[in-house]
């Protein structure tokens, strides 16, 4: 969690009504990226790719001088330095790891295997009574 205690600048934001007309704005870059993508079909794939990767750029560009925008901006960032406080495992510890999980799959399986076997056989025996 971030023990931030500043209070954000407000007299930054746009207004609901301006952050609407961003959304509104970003929706149609892509959507102009993904029509270029199939309108000029007799270009060549990469410059059909590139166009959608613009708009998709653009629209991301617009997106983020939003508040949602800026709030999921600064989500990515902490997430990114959370990310950095990970003690990950070495090569080894996942090995070893990996083959415990695979008995115990293996151990498990076989049991539900036998409980099967055992109420199969034991409705059979009612059932023919």
Do not use: C, H
């Not at 892509?30 to 794939?45: D, I, K, P, Q, R």
């Not at 415990?100 to 059979?124: C, H, K, Q």
């Amino acid at each position: 969690m971030n023990t931030k205690v500043a209070k954000p600048d407000k007299s930054n934001a746009p207004s609901p009504g301006a952050d609407i007309a961003l959304y509104v704005l970003a929706v149609l870059l892509l959507g102009a990226g993904v029509f270029g993508f199939y309108w000029f079909s007799a270009w060549t794939s990469a410059l059909r790719g590139l166009l959608a990767l613009i708009g998709a750029i653009a629209a991301f560009g617009v997106f983020t001088r939003t508040a949602y925008g800026r709030k999921t901006l600064e989500f990515i960032d902490e997430s990114r330095f959370e990310l950095r406080k990970v003690v990950w495992p070495t090569r080894q510890e996942s090995i070893r790891m990996t083959g415990v999980i695979i008995v115990v799959i293996v151990v498990f399986s076989l049991f539900l295997a036998g409980v099967d076997l055992l109420i199969g056989n034991g409705v059979n025996w009612l059932l023919s009574a």
